[in-house]
T-cell receptor, first 114, second 110 residues
Framework: DTGVSQDPRHKITKRGQNVTFRCDPISEHNRLYWYRQTLGQGPEFLTYFQNEAQLEKSRLLSDRFSAERPKGSFSTLEIQRTEQGDSAMYLC????????????FGPGTRLLVL | EDKVVQSPLSLVVHEGDTVTLNCSYEVTNFRSLLWYKQEKKAPTFLFMLTSSGIEKKSGRLSSILDKKELFSILNITATQTGDSAIYLCARGGSNYKLTFGKGTLLTVNP
């Protein structure tokens, strides 16, 4: 399967703990996006990478959130000192070079903060 | 603030019915309009529209974009229970990031 993959698929943590999620995009895609989706809402943009460069961050991405894509391939999203409000589905999507490309989503990581 | 507004928010129909889902958007940095289907997992891509007035079609689903009036519709004919899902509309903007609406929850009853 050459689609976008995410790991883990589910994560339960206690408030105050740090968590890290991984996304592996489609191999030839240079653009990578993170979104967050809560119940009853559409996904909301968090951050965008072109190759290894983080080119855009949403104001939703507080200081407790950090994302990296060190070699321009996989990406990680870390949340420090988790809060109950961080409970959500974290979605990764990737996209290729050309104008006519679309974004393809991974299966998501569902985070529950107790 | 970029906005995408979908209507209705929920819809219940019987198998065989035809449905029309609506999506309106703001024009700032518009690049494309996308439709996704979401069941109990990540969104799966349906259509991407960039040109006004050109219908995209895939089986019983079709979609069209009106760039003058800033809206798009998604039609599903001869609905089946497997069409039950949340249908998300998204506007592609700067850096091709997507701004989503809240979605339309479609329930198709047998």
């Amino acid at each position: 399967d050459t689609g976008v993959s995410q790991d883990p698929r589910h994560k339960i943590t206690k408030r105050g703990q740090n968590v890290t999620f991984r996304c592996d995009p489609i191999s030839e895609h240079n653009r990578l996006y993170w979104y967050r989706q809560t119940l009853g809402q559409g996904p909301e943009f968090l951050t965008y990478f072109q190759n290894e460069a983080q080119l855009e961050k949403s104001r939703l991405l507080s200081d407790r959130f950090s994302a990296e894509r060190p070699k321009g391939s996989f990406s990680t999203l870390e949340i420090q000192r988790t809060e109950q409000g961080d409970s959500a589905m974290y979605l990764c999507a990737s996209r290729g070079w050309t104008e006519k490309e679309t974004q393809y989503f991974g299966p998501g990581t569902r985070l529950l903060v107790l | 603030e970029d906005k995408v507004v979908q209507s209705p928010l929920s819809l219940v129909v019987h198998e065989g019915d035809t449905v029309t889902l609506n999506c309106s958007y703001e024009v700032t940095n518009f690049r494309s309009l996308l439709w996704y289907k979401q069941e109990k997992k990540a969104p799966t891509f349906l259509f991407m529209l960039t040109s006004s007035g050109i219908e995209k079609k895939s089986g019983r689903l079709s979609s069209i974009l009106d760039k003058k009036e800033l809206f798009s519709i998604l039609n599903i004919t001869a609905t089946q229970t497997g069409d039950s899902a949340i249908y998300l509309c998204a506007r592609g903007g700067s850096n091709y990031k997507l701004t989503f609406g809240k979605g339309t929850l479609l329930t198709v009853n047998p």
